[in-house]
């Protein structure tokens, strides 16, 4: 169990910055180290969960002749990034609204990359709340998520199932919020929901992923309740079929951090060209509600590590 002390759930923007600070004062750790697995803790070696294919129909432009059953193909489209000014939750860092044209699409994993997917491409696994290989990889900094898309590209292409012009990678910011939108315009994917009365149904947040008694296994206690991590896949999907985009673990993104968005109409952007923190989207188990809305943004610095942090991955070509 790891004991966490801060003044109440607020807006994660001081969270993310002190969270793992305070853990590593505790166990006496390095922050951007990550969290050592508890002595003797062996995870199995399970491979995570697949799914049948959705999304786009076949022959498709720009599709896989046999992509992976887990991925979901995003076709190309426009969509409005940000949120509306009066949003409830809104925080300043969700604008200036801007009209976003993704011109290719690109395959997303239905499901966050799990400890079992994780330890079989990197050969450990960093999470803390470990045992069950389909609850999602945490404890990943942003190099982390990305070497693991590197092994995991150069895995499949070895073997034969990948193309050299394809790659696994991270999504951009604007490719999270375009296929976690997956053509809405509400606060959630699945409506406003101004009461927060369907949340549970569609992820995972501080209230529903908590206990009073200590559950089996490890857990992080704050503020008198006991957290862990779900296996993917139990809540309810986004109307394009992925699963976890409100709640459960944040997830990096490729870009650098900007604080606002350009604005007017833009053509696949990939964030700033330098900085100094990474985009984070969707909220997790730590949150607050209006924390896991679609429009959601965090920056976290690339080699930050926290329990709320993991991933999932997209595979597209590889870009010129």
């Known amino acids: 169990m790891r004991s966490l002390s801060f003044d109440g759930f607020r807006r994660r ?64 489209g426009t969509f409005t990034m940000g949120s509306p000014p009066k949003e409830a939750g809104r925080i300043n860092t969700e604008g200036p609204r801007t009209v976003v044209t993704l011109t290719k699409g690109f ?19 960093p999470s803390y709340c470990a045992g069950d290989t389909n609850r999602p990889v945490e404890a990943c900094g942003w190099f982390q998520a990305t070497n693991y898309c590197g092994k ?24 999270w919020e375009y296929a976690c939108r997956a053509g809405t315009t509400t606060r959630f994917s699945y409506g406003d929901d101004p009461g927060y009365t369907n949340l549970t149904k569609y992820g995972w947040w501080h209230e529903n992923s908590c206990s009073s008694n200590k559950p089996p296994g490890n857990s992080y206690f704050v503020l008198g309740r006991y957290y862990q991590t779900h296996p993917v896949g139990q809540k309810l999907p ?22 606002a968005y350009p604005g007017g109409n833009v053509t696949d952007p990939q964030g700033p060209e330098t900085g100094d923190e990474r985009v984070i989207r969707s909220g997790s188990w730590l949150d607050n509600p209006f924390a896991l809305r679609s429009a959601m943004r965090y920056h976290v610095p690339p080699r930050n590590v926290s329990g709320i942090y993991g991933f999932r991955t997209v595979l597209a070509p590889v870009r010129p």
């Not at 432009?61 to 046999?66: E, K, Q, R």
């Not at 395959?107 to 696994?125: C, H, P, R, W």
């Not at 995991?152 to 490719?175: D, I, K, M, S, V």
């Not at 986004?238 to 490729?254: A, K, T």
């Open 13 to 76: 923007q001081a969270v993310e910055r002190s969270l793992w600070a305070m853990v590593a004062m505790l166990l006496g750790t390095m922050a951007h180290g990550g969290p050592p697995g508890p002595p003797g803790l062996q995870p199995d070696t399970n491979s995570a969960a697949g799914g049948s294919a959705a999304g786009g129909g076949a022959g498709s432009a720009g599709m896989l002749a046999n992509a992976p059953s887990n991925y979901v193909w995003i076709p190309p």
């Open 107 to 125: 395959y997303m994993d239905k499901f966050l990359v799990t400890q079992g997917e994780y330890l079989a491409v990197i050969g450990s696994n």
């Open 152 to 175: 995991l590209t150069a895995r499949e292409r070895q073997a034969g199932r990948l193309p050299a012009n394809w790659c696994y990678r991270l999504p951009t910011e604007a490719e």
């Open 238 to 259: 986004n109307p394009w079929g992925l699963y976890d985009m409100h709640g459960l673990v944040s997830e990096w993104c490729q870009d650098w951090f900007a604080p």
